[in-house]
């Protein structure tokens, strides 16, 4: 970099449009945590995600029992994409199952179904 005085009045500017995007954007963890939240929500909703009705999940009031509890998740399914594959066409991998198929029935959209995923990821 030149230190002539065409590059400094060009250069100040820069970097502060650099730090003031930066400072807006939300932090890695912070989205994260909010990504967990909205799954955690959708997943509790009675009409929505409706988790409960079938699964008894740490946090959730009146869990049904269809479904087996849904905890130690990420060692059960290590690859994310096992669960987005359950959460969008479960009767596709197990058509002897009665978990509706949340994203083929477009009842979650992708980022909803995406969102849950990373709450169950945290249980």
Avoid: W
């Avoid at 250069?11 to 890695?28: D, E, M, N, R, T």
């Avoid at 955690?40 to 959730?60: M, P, S, V, W, Y």
Wanted: glycine fraction near 8%.
């Amino acid at each position: 970099m030149t230190n002539t005085p065409m590059a400094r009045p060009v250069l100040i500017p820069a970097l502060a449009l650099a730090l003031l995007v930066g400072a807006a954007l939300p932090s890695a963890p912070a989205a994260a945590q909010s990504a967990v939240a909205e799954g955690q929500a959708l997943a509790f909703d009675r009409g929505k995600g409706n988790c409960l009705t079938c699964h008894e999940i740490k946090g959730g009031d009146l869990p049904g029992t269809i479904g087996p509890a849904l905890k130690d998740i990420k060692r059960k399914y290590p690859n994310r994409d096992d669960l987005v594959a359950i959460l969008h066409d479960e009767p596709k991998r197990n058509p002897q199952t009665v978990m509706p198929p949340f994203g083929r029935n477009l009842i979650l959209t992708d980022k909803e179904i995406n969102a849950i995923v990373d709450f169950l990821q945290t249980l």
